[in-house]
């Protein structure tokens, strides 16, 4: 007979670093820069929305932009999961990484330039959500 | 342009977070359902969601008109304004290191909105 699971086993409660979560996380980061790469990809397949708002707002709906969207709001729904999991001081600044995840995606996929400030400024953004969700006073 | 429509969809994912926390504490005091049902009961969390909804369409739209590695860096001005807003309306601490990277974000975001200069 299996035993129930309590409401603090299933969250984790003080058990630090876990494969569940951290499985949870890595899901989390994949799907969101994934996500964001075919959202991209399925915008630029329509015409610009300077176009007219209508025709812009229409054409937007394709198979690109309704998966991208589909696999983007599972990755929401997956930091939902991690957060049950693991505590957000690690969780947020480990999750910080689809900043440069979704650059590289960018580049390497869409071809889009490489700036220094781009690269610079993400890399500032990456200290400050780790400097931010770290520490011990953090509540 | 663009820019605009992405501080514009940054902004409403802001609202939307704010709206599903107020939603979410204005439901706790009810004990009559499970927790599942009262959320969902929630008017606010359902306009907290309707707006994150609409803050996706901006994103698209946003999308159209600039490269992904220059709007994604935006986002994480979410989770900067989200505490500034929570300490205002719901009287959540902020500690001063959080303050510290909060400024630290803004600052990369900022030094990101330069690319489109260099």
């Given at each position: 007979?299996?035993?129930?699971?309590?409401?603090?086993?299933?969250?984790?409660?003080?058990?630090?670093?876990?494969?569940?979560?951290?499985?949870?996380?890595?899901?989390?980061?994949?799907?969101?820069?994934?996500?964001?790469?075919?959202?991209?990809?399925g915008?630029?397949?329509?015409?610009?929305?300077?176009?007219?708002m209508?025709?812009?707002l229409?054409?937007?709906?394709?198979?690109?932009?309704?998966?991208?969207?589909?696999?983007?709001?599972?990755?929401?729904?997956?930091?939902?999961?991690?957060?049950?999991?693991?505590?957000?001081?690690y969780?947020?600044?480990?999750s910080?990484?689809?900043?440069?995840?979704?650059?590289?995606?960018?580049?390497?996929?869409?071809?889009?330039?490489?700036?220094?400030?781009?690269?610079?400024?993400?890399?500032?953004?990456?200290?400050g959500?780790?400097?931010?969700?770290?520490?011990?006073?953090?509540? | 342009?663009?820019?605009?429509?992405?501080?514009?969809?940054?902004?409403?994912?802001?609202?939307?977070?704010?709206?599903?926390?107020?939603?979410?504490?204005?439901?706790?005091?009810?004990?009559?359902?499970?927790?599942?049902?009262?959320?969902?009961?929630?008017?606010?969390?359902?306009?907290?969601?309707?707006?994150?909804?609409?803050?996706?369409?901006?994103?698209?739209?946003?999308?159209?008109?600039?490269?992904?590695?220059?709007?994604?860096?935006?986002?994480?001005?979410?989770?900067?304004?989200?505490?500034?807003?929570?300490?205002?309306?719901?009287?959540?601490?902020?500690?001063?290191?959080?303050?510290?990277?909060?400024?630290?974000?803004?600052?990369?975001?900022?030094?990101?909105s330069?690319?489109?200069?260099?």
């Amino acid at each position: 007979m299996a035993a129930k699971i309590t409401t603090r086993e299933w969250m984790c409660v003080g058990k630090g670093l876990n494969a569940a979560g951290l499985a949870a996380l890595v899901i989390h980061v994949l799907f969101s820069v994934g996500g964001q790469l075919l959202i991209k990809l399925g915008v630029d397949q329509s015409p610009d929305f300077s176009m007219g708002m209508m025709r812009g707002l229409t054409s937007i709906i394709n198979a690109q932009t309704i998966i991208g969207l589909a696999v983007y709001s599972l990755g929401t729904f997956m930091w939902m999961v991690t957060l049950t999991k693991l505590d957000l001081s690690y969780a947020l600044p480990a999750s910080s990484v689809q900043y440069v995840l979704v650059y590289a995606g960018a580049w390497a996929v869409l071809g889009e330039p490489l700036h220094i400030s781009r690269v610079v400024g993400i890399g500032i953004i990456c200290v400050g959500v780790v400097i931010m969700s770290t520490g011990s006073e953090l509540r | 342009m663009g820019t605009l429509l992405v501080l514009l969809s940054v902004t409403l994912r802001v609202v939307s977070n704010v709206a599903i926390k107020h939603g979410v504490r204005t439901e706790a005091s009810a004990t009559r359902h499970g927790i599942a049902l009262r959320m969902i009961r929630a008017r606010f969390v359902i306009l907290g969601y309707a707006i994150y909804g609409i803050a996706m369409v901006i994103w698209f739209l946003a999308l159209q008109t600039v490269d992904l590695s220059y709007a994604f860096p935006f986002v994480s001005l979410v989770i900067v304004a989200t505490p500034i807003l929570a300490w205002r309306l719901f009287q959540e601490r902020i500690s001063r290191r959080r303050a510290i990277g909060i400024g630290v974000v803004s600052l990369g975001v900022l030094v990101v909105s330069l690319s489109g200069l260099f």
